[in-house]
């Protein structure tokens, strides 16, 4: 078995738990699902869209378009600050600021995710996810929740002997040092 033979496999499993299986072209700029338009984004910012309104019917078209643009365009000077904030949002909700018809501003929140129904979120998995940073990378398979990459899987041909969990974890280190955007919306 080589390491291409267990993305399969991991897409296989994937798929049987419906998750939509596609591989990093599909995704990319001019691929046939065209989900962002460079390889430095990492956000799939029409499936969160889709999501915020599936999710979100009473909230104005201007607040989800805030709360995807605020996700989207999020930056920390900490990974770990960072990851934090994105984390309550994720959880609680996006905070966007809201006008009613007599002119009244209240802040309200977006849910990102449906925790209680779980079947009224987006789940995608990508085989081979390009994404450009400090340098090139391209993890193994990125899970997608509503258009949000909250999983990084970095899998190791298992025919190899020297191949163990440390070269894992230090191939995940590499890509949190080299493509941190990626790591600001997963634990």
Not at 73 to 83: A, C, E, M
Not at 126 to 150: A, M, S, W
Request: aromatic share 8%.
């Amino acid at each position: 078995m080589l390491e291409n033979d267990l993305e399969t496999a991991c897409l296989n499993w994937l798929s049987d738990l419906d998750y939509e299986c596609l591989t990093g072209d599909d995704v990319s700029a001019g691929g046939s699902h065209g989900a962002r338009r460079k390889y430095l984004e990492v956000i799939l910012r029409s499936r969160l869209h889709e999501a915020l309104d599936r999710l979100n019917p009473s909230l104005p078209s201007s607040a989800l378009e805030a709360a995807v643009q605020k996700i989207a365009s999020y930056g920390s000077q900490s990974l770990v600050d960072g990851n934090r904030e994105m984390y309550e949002w994720i959880r609680n909700g996006v905070p966007v600021e809201v006008e009613d018809t007599e002119g009244h501003k209240s802040i309200l929140r977006a849910r990102v995710i449906d925790f209680e129904q779980t079947e009224a979120n987006d789940f995608l998995a990508v085989q081979q996810f390009t994404v450009h940073g400090e340098k090139i990378r391209r993890p193994d398979i990125v899970v997608f929740v509503n258009g949000l990459p909250l999983v990084v899987f970095e899998l190791k041909n298992p025919a190899d002997l020297n191949a163990d969990i440390e070269d894992a974890y230090n191939q995940i280190q590499t890509y949190q040092n080299d493509i941190e955007q990626l790591f600001i919306y997963n634990l």
